[in-house]
Antibody
Framework: QLQLQESGPGLVKPSETLSLTCTVS??????????WDWIRQPPGKGLEWIGS???????YYNPSLKSRVTISVDSSKNQFSLRLNSVTAADTAVYYC?????????????WGQGTLVTVSS | QSALTQPASVSGSPGQSITISCSGA?????????VSWYQQHPGKAPKLVIY???NRPSGISNRFSGSKSGNTASLTISGLQAEDEADYYC???????????FGGGTKLTVL
């Protein structure tokens, strides 16, 4: 059964870089079928898509975050990572990683349990 | 591209049916059969309950159903149960295939 698990610091200072890793277990991340995505949810608010990576390294980002986001993949560790630089309090959120299928079926499944990142000095 | 539009809240009594709408455009909801719905209980990760407009993943109750008309998709939950109380989000494929879209979320209250 495929499982995803986020890890990383729960507290980041303003203007610094947020770094998270998603470890995939139960299947290889090096698949041509799926993408690997990051999604966040500020406290009490809705879901916001951050970006996506294909096993080949091709990346796709939310235009509103594109200038500050980098997503990378480490196939040897079956992990993919998120870096968000120049963070502010507005980046405080629960960050989720998820597997994304584009076609022939379209869905995010499964999701990691999520990790809360607080931006504060 | 703007987020998809959902009502902020809906409510229903146990045993009743409710419908949550998800409005988009011809470049997303209306243009493809790729709308999915997610259930999120407080403090938990979202869970897929409908994909490709009307398909249920294995293990999801047949009380959950989906449909689409024009640029609006809908999630219907029949025979409401207390455990259905949660937030629900829609998502759609878009004409910009590299982008993902979510709705703003709908809070379902079971009275």
């Amino acid at each position: 059964q495929l499982q995803l698990q986020e890890s990383g610091p729960g507290l980041v200072k303003p203007s610094e870089t947020l770094s998270l890793t998603c470890t995939v277990s139960g299947d290889s991340i090096s698949t041509t079928k799926y993408y690997w995505d990051w999604i966040r949810q500020p406290p009490g608010k809705g879901l916001e898509w951050i970006g996506s990576i294909f096993y080949s390294g091709s990346t796709y980002y939310n235009p509103s975050l594109k200038s500050r986001v980098t997503i990378s993949v480490d196939s040897s560790k079956n992990q993919f990572s998120l870096r968000l630089n120049s963070v502010t309090a507005a980046d405080t959120a629960v960050y989720y990683c998820a597997r994304y299928s584009s076609s022939p079926h379209n869905w995010f499944d499964p999701w990691g349990q999520g990790t809360l990142v607080t931006v504060s000095s | 591209q703007s987020a998809l539009t959902q009502p902020a809240s809906v409510s229903g009594s146990p045993g009743q049916s409710i419908t949550i709408s998800c409005s988009g455009a011809s470049s997303d909801v209306g243009g493809y059969k790729f709308v999915s719905w997610y259930q999120q209980h407080p403090g938990k990760a979202p869970k897929l309950v409908i994909y490709d407009v009307s398909n249920r993943p294995s293990g999801i109750s047949n009380r959950f159903s989906g449909s689409k008309s024009g640029n609006t998709a809908s999630l219907t939950i029949s025979g409401l149960q207390a455990e259905d109380e949660a937030d629900y989000y829609c998502s759609s494929y878009t004409s910009s295939s590299t982008l993902r879209l979510f709705g703003g979320g709908t809070k379902l209250t079971v009275l």
